[in-house]
């Protein structure tokens, strides 16, 4: 019922909303005499700003037309490789007709980006596939909105998520022989998942694993997320969050966990930073501020855009990782696409190198939960194991904006060119990356994606050029739970654990994290 009273009310408002943009738009026209008073730039702004809130939110586009290799630019064209009905695999397909720079392309790596599906869309990496597109060959998981998928395509689940993955590992597996995957928040728990059920059965398993910020164990470190699910029963949510989807979508019918509730709790948790970022949208544009005004619009077409959630995935989510902690446990078990119940055990992956980022103010997972995998992946090598703490970053910022441009990726690619084997031969793809553009258009850098609602984040982006000091490893926090695990791991050593400061020697300061969303 609650959806549809959300729905009927942005019915209601979306006359409104198109005639405030109207007016807005009439009353700049610069053939209105009076077009450039202060009373009527802001009538202008007043109605550019209501209609900025009343609108709705479609999904943001990419957008990245090109990139640079080597000072070259190279053209950008998306397609999808493989359609599936919840998930498309996007290939950012690269293409120069500079002999030099096509050589470059065709011997690098391929990486699997897998992409949240927590709520926004896997636009939410844009800066992510822009900057490792100028050294890798780039697919990325783009999630579908499961309020647009009708009934007859069934329920979309957990193991399901996990099945994909393996599909899509198979798919770069075969086209280039192996891969490299990174996954970012959400989905390091299902991939790691994915990787662990092809390495118990022998299959050929991605070059390097590279898991940033997810909640792996999300009894270390605990965040404001962790304990609403760990504090509100199963029953609660199924009973409070999840809606069925309106009549006038495609999946009409379908239960899903709306993603009109996840933007308004985003939003709750910081109304007085929301407000002031409106606030200061209507102030830039009294003063024709067009530059701020735009940045502010970039941020809130991302920020507002969101999908709704097949309720048994998201469910079994909150049960797996928040309340029964099945993958540290090693009591979960997977049914793979011919029905078969397979356990999950991360200490079967031997020829995968591992990598864990954590940011130290991140308050969405907390310090050391990432970095459990090195607990349960006992099998791996040390030295093909790697821990990041990033200091000074939040959860956004260990995979977009300036520092993950400038100190979490440099450290990225290196661990990936690191355990990428040389190719003996040149690599052979007659249809990748061949073909010249048939233009060339340079887009300007845009302005990294910052997130509002990250109180804690306190240094400054501007920040000296990174410096790398060895430090211990984190602390293990014990696991808070009476059950006992299913298999005691064997005692390896610690991953190495690089404390990456992205603020000047001798002005650290201690922070202590908010809660955040």
Not at 155 to 175: C, G, K, M, S
Not at 280 to 289: A, E, I, Q, V
Not at 419 to 431: C, D, G, L, M, W
Request: glycine content about 6%; aromatic content about 8%.
């Amino acid at each position: 019922m609650l959806y549809h009273i959300y729905e009927a009310q942005r019915s209601l408002l979306e006359p409104f909303a198109d005639f405030a943009q109207a007016t807005a738009k009439l009353y700049s026209n610069p053939l209105l005499p009076l077009s450039k008073s202060f009373a009527t730039q802001r009538t202008v702004a007043a109605f550019d700003l209501f209609y900025r809130l009343a609108k709705d939110y479609e999904k943001p586009q990419f957008g990245i037309q090109s990139v640079q290799v080597n000072g070259v630019d190279v053209t950008i064209r998306e397609r999808v490789e493989i359609d599936k009905p919840f998930c498309e695999l996007r290939r950012f397909k690269r293409f120069s007709d500079h002999p030099a720079t096509l050589d470059t392309l065709l011997g690098q790596p391929p990486v699997l980006i897998v992409a949240p599906l927590s709520g926004h869309y896997a636009t939410l990496l844009r800066d992510t596939v822009r900057s490792m597109l100028g050294d890798h060959k780039v697919y990325i998981t783009d999630w579908k909105n499961a309020r647009m998928i009708p009934l007859s395509e069934g329920e979309f689940h957990l193991d399901d998520y996990i099945n994909y993955v393996q599909e899509f590992i198979r798919h770069l597996q075969a086209r280039y022989g192996n891969c490299h995957v990174i996954s970012v928040c959400q989905p390091t728990v299902p991939v790691l998942a994915a990787v662990s059920l092809m390495a118990s059965r022998g299959e050929k398993t991605p070059l390097s694993m590279t898991m940033m910020g997810g909640p792996i164990n999300a009894q270390r470190s605990p965040t404001s997320v962790n304990n609403l699910a760990m504090q509100r029963s199963f029953e609660w949510f199924e009973n409070n969050v999840i809606h069925r989807v309106p009549d006038n979508y495609p999946g009409a019918g379908r239960r899903v966990y709306p993603g009109f509730l996840q933007h308004t709790g985003f939003v709750a948790m910081n109304p007085d930073r929301h407000t002031s970022s409106h606030y200061d949208y209507f102030k830039s544009l009294t003063r024709g501020d067009e530059a701020s005004a735009e940045q502010h619009r970039k941020f809130y077409d991302e920020y507002n855009a969101v999908l709704d959630l097949d309720a048994p995935y998201y469910l079994q989510t909150i049960r797996v990782v928040f309340q029964d902690f099945n993958l540290v446990r090693g009591t979960w078990d997977i049914r793979n696409p011919e029905g078969q119940l397979e356990r999950v055990r991360p200490q079967d992956i031997k020829d995968t190198a591992l990598l864990t980022i954590e940011g130290e103010l991140d308050d969405i997972s907390g310090i050391g939960q990432t970095q459990a995998a090195h607990d349960l992946c006992t099998s791996i090598a040390p030295d093909a194991r790697q821990h990041l703490e990033i200091a000074g970053a939040g959860h956004y910022g260990i995979f977009s904006g300036s520092r993950w441009r400038k100190v979490v990726y440099p450290q990225v690619r290196e661990f990936i060119l690191r355990h990428q084997p040389k190719p003996s031969v040149p690599a052979q793809e007659p249809v990748e990356e061949v073909a010249p553009p048939a233009e060339k258009t340079t887009v300007s850098e845009q302005k990294q994606f910052e997130i509002i609602i990250n109180t804690a984040q306190t240094a400054p982006e501007n920040a000296n050029p990174a410096t790398v000091q060895e430090a211990p490893a984190l602390p293990t926090a014990a696991v808070a739970t009476a059950a006992p695990t299913a298999a005691a791991a064997p005692a390896t050593p610690a991953a190495p654990a690089i404390v990456v400061n992205a603020q000047p020697a001798g002005k650290r300061k201690e922070t202590g994290r908010k809660a955040k969303r």
